[in-house]
């Protein structure tokens, strides 16, 4: 049994790892399926305009956490760690992951914790050091790392890094999550955090269950995601053949169906324990994902330079709460994770424990079925390293310090960003007035001392806190 005090909802909040805002049954897609997923845009609300902080996980993951931006907690790149086997057959701790790096920052759990929230994380962390609960969860059992082989999972079990061999990662974390929630004591609402590394990589068939890839799958002509576009000009990707194409997206589509079917047994748990409708059900992945869109398969470093498209930054997000939350609306508001921490707190009615400082704004009216008009949200900001976005409804403006290369698309003509305005004539107006929005923005919530446009952020991983010398990585495999 869980809370059934009403102001003290329990609060479910799935993650998902690099999956688009594309990839799910109610957003459009015919060939996904993903029931559960679209089981929760009927019963509460989908947003079509959420964007996360970074395109690339840790730094997302950690915004989503503390309601900080990457250059107010100092995680700008995904944690850097190395396959390396010890003769236990555990991965070796490189220094990323001995590193607390969200030391000192309020999360979400930790302000719920306060609030007398019974907490877990169960799934992927990717934030550093794992051994010990972190981030306000008490109930800890967290993989540690930014991806892992789905039947060999390392798992943080009672303090101690462990292989999980023949589960599947996908089930194992639901499986502790369940387990979690049959113990929790009915007078206490629960804070529940389950991360999956799906639809994350690897996608061979070796890696998922025979009953996820089945001829659906080996037959599917994946006509909902583009075919042979090309790599926009000025960036730099490796190329995937037709071959690896279908390998790859008969791979990503059995690992989000793999989710999706564990999110069922979350929400069966629910209405099998009368908890469905005091549970504020929250779905979001940390960041999107091109998966033939632009000629690339990868997020925010499949390109070089970094790349800012909306298949990279824009993701799913689902609310579902029954007979709280409105039941089948689109929202189209532009929000952002860095809006998640104060909502939830304002939700709870405890808007006044959001710490200072934060760039996010509640959008809880909206779950109340009331609209945030006079929130004027008319731009929302990313940020990955030295690159920086500014998109409004209509524009979107990407700029790279120091000396670019800069973009400018009007994505409400041209949605699928395919035609770069920024040196054509009659913009300069447009891009002065973007940059200093842009520019005033950042300026207010930036910590000196982690701005990422000072930073050597180039997408392949970061290995110790922001402030350290060599705490970048800088190679990519066209250089080698």
């Given amino acids: 049994m869980a809370s059934r005090n009403p102001h003290r909802p329990n609060v479910l909040f799935v993650l998902t790892d690099d999956q688009g805002a594309w990839a799910m049954g109610c957003a459009g ?40 931006i990457p250059s107010q907690h100092g995680v700008h790149d995904f944690l850097h760690w190395q396959s390396d086997t010890s003769p236990a057959g555990l991965d070796h701790r490189v220094p990323a992951d001995g590193v607390e790096f969200l030391a000192g920052m309020s999360t979400y759990a930790e302000l719920l914790a306060r609030l007398g929230y019974d907490t877990c994380l169960s799934g ?37 890094l462990t292989k999980r061999e023949g589960s599947y990662a996908s089930d194992l974390f639901v499986d502790n999550a369940l387990r979690f929630l049959d113990h929790v004591d009915p007078d206490t609402p629960f804070c529940l955090a389950v991360h999956f590394t799906a639809p994350h990589a690897p996608w061979g068939r070796e890696f998922h269950p025979a009953a996820l890839w089945d001829d659906y799958y080996e037959n599917c002509p994946f006509r909902s995601v583009p075919a042979d576009e090309p790599l926009p000009v000025g960036f730099y990707a490796n190329p995937v053949d037709s071959e690896r194409r279908r390998r790859n997206l008969a791979g ?53 330079p970094q790349n800012m498209f909306d298949t990279s930054v824009k993701i799913p997000c689902l609310i579902r709460r029954p007979g709280h ?17 104060p909502t939830l707190l304002d939700y709870l009615g405890e808007g006044g424990r959001v710490p200072s400082g934060l760039p996010g704004r509640s959008f809880a009216p909206l779950l109340a079925g009331r609209s945030i008009n006079q929130r004027k949200s008319i731009y929302v900001f990313d940020e990955y390293g030295p690159v920086r976005m500014i998109r409004s409804q209509e524009w979107k403006l990407v700029w790279r310090y120091p000396a670019g290369p800069h973009e400018l698309y009007n994505v409400a003509d041209d949605p699928e960003e395919r035609e770069n305005l920024f040196s054509r004539p009659g913009h300069t107006e447009r891009i002065r007035s973007l940059r200093r929005e842009l520019d005033d923005w950042f300026a207010s919530y930036v910590d000196p001392r982690l701005d990422g446009s000072m930073l050597p952020v180039t997408g392949r991983g970061q290995r110790d806190h922001a402030t350290k010398d060599d705490a970048f990585a800088y190679r990519y495999p066209w250089m080698e």
């Fill in 252 to 304: 990503y589509f059995a690992a989000l169906e793999g989710m999706d079917r564990n999110l069922g047994r979350l929400l069966d748990w629910l209405d099998e324990h009368g908890a469905a409708d005091n549970t504020l059900v929250v779905f979001m992945s940390d960041n999107g994902m091109n998966m033939g869109h632009h000629g690339l398969y990868g997020k925010g470093n499949a390109t070089w």
């Fill in 29 to 68: 897609n015919t060939e996904i399926r993903s029931p559960n997923l679209d089981r929760l845009a009927r019963e509460g609300i989908r947003f079509d305009s959420f964007f996360c902080t970074s395109p690339v996980c840790s730094p997302a993951r950690a915004s989503i956490l503390t309601g900080r």
């Fill in 124 to 160: 992927k962390w990717h934030l550093g050091d794992s051994l010990t609960p972190r981030a306000g969860f008490e109930t800890w059992n967290p993989m540690p790392y930014g991806g892992t082989n789905y039947y060999r999972v390392p798992v943080v079990e009672e303090g101690e």
């Fill in 325 to 341: 939350v409105p039941a089948g609306q689109v929202n189209t508001d532009l929000l952002s994770q860095y809006d998640w921490l």
